[in-house]
């Protein structure tokens, strides 16, 4: 069958269907006379099989080991079951303690009084620990925020707009060991914060799709990526410059230093999510 019959039969869109069988998933097989895609009554089923796991969150990676068999489904749904019960404890001692702070009456900051509500603080704060080591993370996240690429972006348009006027008729865009291998117009200078923006709204999307379905901490490290793109086109810009004035001269100098900076961070910031994740802070 089609796959428009595949969307009637499903309930489901062409794009969900599609991203199963390109994670592999599903794998229909091809008609021989125009070479289109043959959904098989087992594919139907496996699709619908596959859109309600995704409903329990269930990750892509678990089902894919369920289907190839790696893992017995029992098992991830025994696996998701503590991951969900763990989160309704933990909403409902938080629903707990703001209906006892709203028997309390209308308590204003100042009249807070949290020795009141919590009996033991140091078993309080301790069971609470994810919390705490969230707030020690956001600051990590911040390098892949909307932000930091708008700051970037800003940064390469700047320098671009402030030192075209003083550029040569053309700059150089490719170096072999300290020397200009190609140069191009000097309004090239303006290329920088256009792949800023291409990165963001073209590759982005990309390498976050490809990420999040791949990596457990697929969201994180596609922010990263896309920003640390920016960086290095910012920082090309800076080169370009400071070359024509003999300034610098080995762009790769600069390139090492800003990936050996940047997978710090990304490591640094994966090291804390696991924590935050890992049983020990549960």
Known sequence: MTIKEVEERTGLTRSNIRFYEKEKLIEPSRNDKNGYRDYSEKDVENIKKIAYLRTLEISIEDIRNVISDNVPLTEIIRKQTTAIQTQIEGLSQAKTMCERMLESGNISFDELQVEKYVADLDTYWSNNKPVFKLDSVSFLYIWGSLI????ITSFCLIIGILSY???PPEIPVQWDNGIAASVADKKFIFAYPLACICIRFL???VIYVKFLIHYIYGELIAEYLSNYLC???LSVEVFSIMF???LMK???AVLLVDTAALIGI???GITKVSLIQSPAFK
């Open 148 to 151: 930091t690429w708008a700051i």
């Open 165 to 167: 006027a003083k550029l």
């Open 203 to 205: 590759l982005r999307p």
């Open 231 to 233: 960086f290095i086109a």
């Open 244 to 246: 024509v004035y003999g």
């Open 250 to 252: 080995n762009v790769t």
């Open 266 to 268: 990304l490591i640094a």
